[in-house]
């Protein structure tokens, strides 16, 4: 056996301009004990993993100077170089991620000189004029942001002046991305850029504290005035299809979480949006700064990608927990589903089908989180029999057998999320009640999903969702030669990854219950009849391919979970009339 060799880090070195360098001599002591002479060693070395050894000393060494209770000129001057060297650093490389977190330790003594510092240079990254560098910037930006306590400080101190440079930024790319129309590998990197300072925007009013509060108290702040050019930008995004569908998404949440920043009083946020989706805004009760930046989503032919984007938006930018938004976020979130729906029927486009098939399952994840504490009107339309969940399934079954994995595995989402969803608008005293015929909806459903042909792949991802809500006792109360019949289709290559994951599903489910009901062993009994005795007639009676897929996928899945069924299965193939395919058994079993 060939020993794999070990994967070496790959680090590149920093390095910092001649200025800073000439610096780092001037200040370094003769024994080369301070904090420049260490600086100087790092730099001069070559080697990336190297130089992160000499970063995890700077703090220590500093420890060593705070004894002493001075910040001298020496300190400030490698304080001010450490700052340009975090912002020099790629954002991918090791040292800035080691930069950072060694610097969060840094002494509160001195923490205001090198705020200062990380302040400045922040500031000379911020006024980059270079089209072509702002990407850097962007990054820059990003990564004060990503638990860094001083880059956040400093990124506080210039709020303003970083929302002005991303609103800036946004611009000229999106207009030098137009400039090369047809040049796909500049359009390419442009775009991508776009993306990025869209996600920083959004990430910006997440973490930062200071545009939850004074900065938007004055509409006419710059950064408020910066707020709304942002807006305006995603609003403009969000309806340019000629930009990568992936930068329309993020623009609907970016528009949906400043509108949740800026627009006030926030209990007529859920109203607001739900006029957006609708169509249906009214001119004069929205505010003006809103109309300006948003008024191409005010009107009636908002185009079906903008909608779709402002849904997912909505979905994941409001807050769903515990029914926060009162009434009006229940009438929001049924108002989403069904324009949903509508754009269900509209939508041909695939990339639009994907993200609506994720889109709808995102909505059944906030309609559990609002269903967990919601008012009975809230349950009424959301039950098992509701009109909006048989449209939901009727999304499934239309779509399980999609091309696409990525869909097929939404539409396992949604259905999963349907039978919670049920669960949740039900009484304490139905949820307690274990006839499955008590429950009409999840009776009806087993039975249409036991009824449809095995040929169909949706069913069994479907009856495994079951399972896990109802336990596979009770669906085996309505269908006991069950597991016989999913063992039979296990002569068709394209059925058995499908079969043999439900029947796992089910003999653990099984086993679980069992054990969990017995006072002895007898249980295994049960288990074995149900489970291992259809198992042994295919492989004493099956076909061929039956056999060998039974062999390959079911046997090892079944013995995984209950290893005490070998010894079973050899007694029963021992005194089997078929001995020969006993003994080919017995001997793969052991062997």
Avoid at 175 to 202: C, P, W, Y
Avoid at 235 to 241: H, K, S
Avoid at 377 to 389: A, E, R, V, Y
Avoid at 453 to 465: A, D, M, P, V
Wanted: aromatic share 8%.
């Amino acid at each position: 056996m060939v020993a794999k060799k070990k994967k070496e880090i790959q680090v590149t070195a920093l390095t910092i301009c001649h200025q800073d360098l000439e610096t780092l001599r001037s200040l370094a002591d003769v024994e080369g004990k301070n904090l420049a002479s260490l600086l100087l060693r790092c730099v001069q070395l070559t080697d990336g993993v190297s130089q992160i050894h000499c970063v995890k000393q700077i703090v220590p060494l500093l420890e060593e100077a705070d004894k002493n209770g001075t910040c001298d000129p020496t300190i400030r001057s490698c304080l001010d170089i450490l700052a340009g060297i975090y912002l020099s650093l790629s954002l991918k490389n090791p040292l800035k991620k080691v930069l950072a977190s060694s610097l969060n330790c840094l002494h509160e003594f001195f923490l205001t000189e090198a705020i200062q510092s990380f302040t400045s240079r922040l500031q000379e990254e911020l006024n980059t004029t270079d089209v072509y560098s702002y990407r850097k910037v962007i990054d820059n930006i990003s990564s004060c942001m990503e638990n860094f306590n001083l880059g956040i400080t400093s990124v506080n101190n210039l709020l303003e002046n970083v929302l002005h440079f991303l609103q800036k930024s946004l611009i000229e790319i999106s207009e030098e991305n137009r400039k090369f129309a047809g040049n796909h590998l500049v359009q390419t990197q442009l775009m991508n850029d776009l993306m990025v300072g869209i996600r920083v925007s959004v990430t910006l009013v997440q973490k930062t504290q200071g545009l939850q509060g004074t900065h938007l108290a004055i509409s006419s702040s710059p950064a408020w005035r910066s707020m709304c050019g942002l807006l305006s930008i995603f609003t403009r995004f969000l309806n340019d299809d000629d930009l990568l569908r992936t930068i329309q998404s993020t623009s609907g949440l970016a528009v949906i979480l400043f509108i949740k920043a800026m627009f006030h009083p926030p209990e007529k946020i859920p109203d607001l949006i739900s006029s957006l989706l609708l169509r249906s805004v009214d001119y004069e009760s929205i505010p003006e700064w809103f109309l300006n930046s948003c008024r191409s989503l005010c009107c009636a032919d908002v185009s079906e990608s903008a909608l779709l984007f402002l849904c997912q938006g909505t979905l994941t930018m409001l807050d769903w927990q515990n029914g926060r938004m009162g009434p009006s976020g229940e009438a929001l979130l049924l108002d989403t589903v069904r324009v949903l729906f509508t754009l269900s029927s509209q939508i041909k486009e695939s990339a639009l089908e994907m993200f609506l098939s994720r889109i709808l399952a995102s909505w059944t994840n906030s309609a559990i989180c609002v269903l967990e504490s919601s008012s009975p009107s809230l349950k009424d339309s959301l039950n098992g029999n509701s009109s909006i969940i048989k449209r939901l399934l009727e999304y499934v079954y239309t779509h399980w057998e999609h091309p696409l994995d990525a869909l097929r595995h939404q539409t396992k989402i949604i259905f999963r999320n349907i039978l919670q969803m049920h669960q949740l608008t039900l009484k304490e005293a139905e949820l307690d009640k274990s006839d499955l015929a008590a429950d009409h909806f999840i009776f009806e459903l087993t039975q249409s999903l036991l009824r449809l042909e095995w040929h169909i792949k949706g069913k069994y991802i479907c009856l495994g969702c079951l399972v896990d809500c109802i336990g596979v006792e009770r669906i085996l109360a309505l269908a006991k030669t069950i597991p016989s019949q999913i063992l039979e289709v296990m002569g068709d290559q394209s059925l058995v990854p499908y079969a043999s994951d439900l029947l796992e599903i089910m003999f653990k489910n099984h086993k679980s219950h069992l054990k969990s009901q017995a006072v002895d062993s007898t249980w295994i009994d049960k288990w074995h009849e149900t489970w291992v005795s259809p198992l042994l007639y295919i492989l004493c009676e099956g076909n061929l391919d039956q056999k060998s897929y039974v062999i390959d996928y079911y046997l090892p899945k079944l013995l995984n979970c209950n290893p005490e069924s070998l010894s079973y299965m050899v007694k029963i193939l021992q005194t089997s009339a078929d001995a020969k395919t006993g003994k080919k058994v017995i001997f793969f079993c052991l062997f």
